[in-house]
């Protein structure tokens, strides 16, 4: 221990100084980002260190902020390479002393992107997504104070271990519930089946609740060579689509009515493509799960889990398709898809994930809403 020496001249222990906490900033691009020249639309044009001088109160906050000007896209032109790349870039930030990192980035795929990000972190800092709904030409823009509640939210502990989180509009969510309910509105990000976990509030994090494990799979080598299609069907479908597109796919997620159900003339083709490829079922219904039993007519959601597809749970299409294609990527085995589906859609007990095994974070809520 470091010592001192105080006016009478008595050796006294010095006070250890607290470290201030570092996050590290980077920007993808997106609305948060974006200007305009008169008369044109707006482009991002903003680097991630424009967006954080342009935070006010950050400086008070006692944070250390590193920036890195990683992407400059519109969220629609984001990859899965460019994630993959990005989780691979946190981590060794992080390991490295970070307390957090941050991704400013555009809304259109903050859902999608923020879930693979959770599936490819596996350290137990967290990683925080946040964008804007308003971009930094319009009135009332809401970048800057998502980009502060998210900073706080990195720079958090109590944040720790609850894999990647989005945060807008001062409500936390969880990346694997998350999803964009409005083309427009700044209060757009809702979690439908759980609500979000926390809150920011006067500049602190507060959870209500925790995610009950970590779901995490190896950053894929070649994250952009699996094909996953996602299928949504409709009303009178025919074939010809389905047959179409189930040709060209490695993998597909198909979004069912209801509860799973599709029309009766697509049951021949997927019980086919079940065979070649795995087909996954979700529903295309915003909140609620996937049934597994208790409807038995051709191209219910029974008929089908008999014909060899898989069921996603909880586990909504946008969602299902990342995981399908991370799996496939990371070169999943066959036989462990559908227990990997089985764990993500809260059907099965964690302790099923096949690979890696999941980490636990002591809190069952979301997990026990879901089988209740």
Known sequence: MAHSQNSLGTVVPSTPTTPRPKVVVFGLGGTIAMTSRAGEGVTPTLSADDLVNAVPGLASTGIDIEVVDFRRRPGASLT???VAALATTAARELAAGASGVVVTQGTDTIEET????????QRPEPVVVTGAMRNPTMAGADGPANLLAAIQ???SPAAHDQGCLVVVADE?????????????????FRSPDTGPIGYM??????????????LTIPTPSHAEHARVGLYTVSLDDDTTLLNAIGQHCDGLVVAGFGVGHVPEPLVQPLTTLAARIPVVLTSRT????????????????RDLLTRGL????????YKARILLRTLLAAQAKPQDIAPAFAVAGNLDEPSSWPWPKPTLT???????????
Do not use: M, N, Q
């Open 286 to 301: 915003p909140a609620g799960p996937t049934l597994t039993r208790t409807y038995g007519f051709p191209g219910s959601e």
């Open 153 to 155: 939210t990195a720079a």
């Open 80 to 82: 899965f390479a460019d």
């Open 201 to 214: 509030t006067e500049g602190a994090v507060t959870l209500l609740t925790r995610v009950p494990c970590r």
């Open 362 to 372: 002591g809190d069952r809520t979301e997990e026990t809403a879901a089988h209740a």
């Open 310 to 317: 898989i069921p996603a749970g909880w586990l909504h299409p």
């Open 114 to 121: 923020a879930y693979l990000l959770d599936l490819l972190h």
């Open 172 to 188: 936390i969510h969880a990346a694997r519930r998350v999803t964009k309910t409005h083309s427009t509105s700044v209060a757009t």
